[in-house]
């Protein structure tokens, strides 16, 4: 008989494929197994409770595929109450609260988290995604600039930005905002394209 760890990794191997190929049923009855396996097994601080973080991330990313968008989202919360560092339950909630239409609070925490963590490509991603749902295309265009940025593709980063600004319909404070921002990035690039040509062998 295998430890109860390995069989709840196990199925919950079986759980992801599952959802991998589409059959979003069978993923939540392997998933449930893994649960009550970790459940039975689950001494405080010990790796199956760390692991509990993913079953939980997995039964919110369930929940959606299956249009049960509020269960998702309780889910979410519940797991980001839990682990407020964790990234995958951050996007899981930022997912559900998008499919249920909640863009504000969504477009809310999301700056709230590119502030604290403005180098983290998947927040300017998701934040991208909430404003284009919300339909503000400057702002929209402004999250794909610093997207672009981080991933070092500035021209795209400087294009998103001037189309961010001829768009229209950013108030006085956003349009400055996104001034200052592109006057910076084209300044960063120049300086990129100046070390670029000083080290190339010549």
């Known amino acids: 008989q295998a430890p109860i760890g390995k069989q709840m990794e196990g199925t919950y191997g079986l759980a992801l494929i599952a959802q991998r190929q589409g059959k979003i049923d069978q993923a939540e009855n392997y ?3 893994a649960r009550k396996l970790a459940q039975s097994a689950s001494a405080p601080g010990s790796p199956i409770q760390r692991q509990s973080l993913s079953l939980d991330i997995t039964a919110s990313e ?3 595929a299956k249009g049960k968008n509020e269960e998702a989202l309780q889910i979410a919360h519940a797991t980001l109450n839990a682990f407020p560092q964790s990234y995958a339950a951050g996007v899981a909630m930022i997912n559900a609260e998008l499919k249920l239409g909640k863009t504000n609070d969504a477009i809310n925490w999301l700056k709230a988290r590119t502030r604290a963590q403005p180098n983290e490509v998947v927040w300017w991603t998701l934040l ?6 919300a339909k503000n295309v400057p702002l929209r265009h402004y999250a794909l600039g610093e997207k672009y940025a981080l991933e070092g593709a500035w021209p795209s980063a400087i294009e998103q930005l001037r189309i961010a600004r001829s768009a229209g319909g950013a108030d006085f404070y956003q349009g400055s905002s996104i001034d200052a921002r592109l006057r910076e990035m084209q300044r960063q690039y120049q300086e990129e394209l100046k070390e670029q040509s000083k080290n190339k062998p010549g």
Request: proline share 0%; net charge negative.
């Open 31 to 33: 998933l449930l197994q």
């Open 62 to 64: 369930l929940a959606l």
């Open 128 to 133: 991208s995604n909430a404003y284009d749902q």
